[in-house]
């Protein structure tokens, strides 16, 4: 059973950098072929893909956040990062990771300004 659990800041004061950490159980990230997402969901708004990382590093980003987001992993804890830079109130928001049918429960955040 592939388990996924995100883990952020909840309060982050505007343009300050937003770190959410997804911690996978039940398939290691390095496998082959998957791709592992992320996604986020405003207040009152659908859901909104931010990017992914393949079981290989490499990622892709949504061009709609202009270069201000960046996934990163680290294998040895089974964990996949997203980094949001120069945050502002429009970013709150429940960030969500997955791969495929799996999701992890969301986690809110808040950016004050």
């Known amino acids: 059973q592939v388990q996924l659990q995100e883990s952020g800041p909840g309060l982050v004061n505007a343009s300050q950098t937003l770190f959410v950490t997804c911690s996978v159980s039940?398939?290691?990230?390095?496998?082959?072929?998957?791709?592992w997402t992320w996604i986020r969901q405003p207040p009152g708004k659908g859901l909104e893909w931010i990017g992914h990382?393949?079981?290989?590093?490499?990622?892709y980003l949504s061009p709609s956040l202009n270069g201000r987001a960046s996934i990163s992993r680290d294998t040895s804890k089974n964990q996949f990062t997203l980094q949001l830079s120069s945050v502002t109130p429009e970013d709150t928001a429940v960030y969500y990771c997955?791969?495929?049918?799996?999701w992890g429960q969301g986690t809110q955040v808040t950016v004050s300004s």
């Open positions: 997955h791969r495929d049918e799996y």
């Open positions: 039940g398939a290691s990230i390095t496998v082959n072929r998957y791709f």
């Open positions: 990382i393949a079981y290989d590093g490499s990622t």
